[in-house]
């Protein structure tokens, strides 16, 4: 976050004299338009739907296992080493499926960060479409977003990539 706001400031920065020269810097707020977007609306309530529904699944493997180990507990003290041994990785795995299960559902590569990629990148474009045509209709160079100062829209003219890799070659 802190990077961004680096970002953004340099780019201010960059941006002020060149407001003298007819270049304007527009904002958007991208958590307003996915809040208030139909589609996008749409898009989250079934993320969270599926996402409640695998953590009630969580929730009930959660209390088997805690059920599991309380049961053990209780008998542990009349079992027979062999008897131990078999109910602990019977435990043990039983665990690794929770685990397993959490991972494969709600991991970063999980089923839910996929789904959210799925219903969310074609919204994404539609976003991206709208902030160009308005940015062009406007004629507005560059296009950021209010809360991480992330580019969202500019101009070829705005991008100054190679004049400052020029300078930083050049030592100055």
């Not at 219903?119 to 940015?135: G, H, N």
Request: net charge positive.
């Amino acid at each position: 976050m802190m990077f961004r706001m680096i970002v953004l400031l340099a780019i201010l920065a960059i941006a002020t004299p060149l407001s003298a020269q007819g270049f304007k810097i527009g904002v958007v707020s991208a958590d307003v338009i996915l809040k208030e977007l139909p589609d996008a609306i749409k898009a989250s309530k079934s993320i969270e739907e599926a996402g409640l529904k695998i953590r009630d699944t969580l929730q009930m493997m959660q209390k088997e296992f805690e059920t599991r180990i309380e049961s053990y507990r209780k008998q542990e003290a009349m079992m027979t080493a062999e008897a131990k041994r078999k109910e602990e990785e019977s435990l043990a795995a039983y665990r690794q499926r929770f685990l397993q299960y959490q991972e494969e559902k709600l991991g970063q590569a999980g089923e839910i960060a996929r789904m959210r990629e799925d219903l969310l990148a074609p919204i994404r474009v539609k976003v991206s479409e709208a902030i160009t045509a308005v940015a062009k209709e406007e004629k507005i160079n560059l296009v950021l977003d209010k809360m991480g100062g992330i580019v969202l829209y500019s101009e070829d003219k705005a991008d100054i990539t190679y004049k400052v890799l020029d300078r930083m070659k050049r030592g100055n």
